[in-house]
């Protein structure tokens, strides 16, 4: 069974850290690129960080650039989305994602979590 599941979210006051984890299984994920979005209420999914296959080459919306930081871990099937300095405007559920080649579309992407909430509030 193709899974991908994230972790880690949780309430976080503003200006608060929070790393969020995907734990992927059941196909070779580590020749997928993988995409992290969030969908805010009434929103519709926006794409936040994205990494190619190998992890040489990430990139990030022009919000999440020097806040957010993508990195994976092939040999486990475990990919993060480290987000610091979060504010109000970031509270979304968080999804990762899978997709043969690294794009900011969310049509690109094949595989999807169920999403972790994260709500940035004090």
């Known amino acids: 069974q193709v899974q991908l599941v994230e972790s880690g979210g949780g309430l976080v006051q503003p200006g608060g850290s929070l790393r969020l984890s995907c734990a992927a299984s059941?196909?070779?994920?580590?020749?997928?690129?993988i995409g992290w979005f969030r969908q805010a209420p009434g929103k519709e999914r926006q794409f936040v960080a994205g990494?190619?296959?190998?992890?040489?080459?990430?990139f990030y919306t022009d919000d999440a650039k020097g806040r957010f930081t993508i990195s994976r871990d092939n040999s486990n099937l475990l990919f993060y989305l480290q987000m610091n300095s979060l504010n109000n405007a970031v509270t979304a559920v968080y999804y990762c994602?899978?997709?043969?080649?690294?794009?900011?579309?969310?049509?690109?992407?094949?595989?999807w979590g169920q999403g972790t909430q994260v709500p940035v509030s004090s």
């Open positions: 994602a899978a997709a043969m080649e690294a794009c900011v579309s969310h049509s690109g992407y094949e595989y």
């Open positions: 059941g196909r070779t994920f580590s020749n997928y690129a």
């Open positions: 990494i190619n296959w190998s992890g040489e080459r990430t």
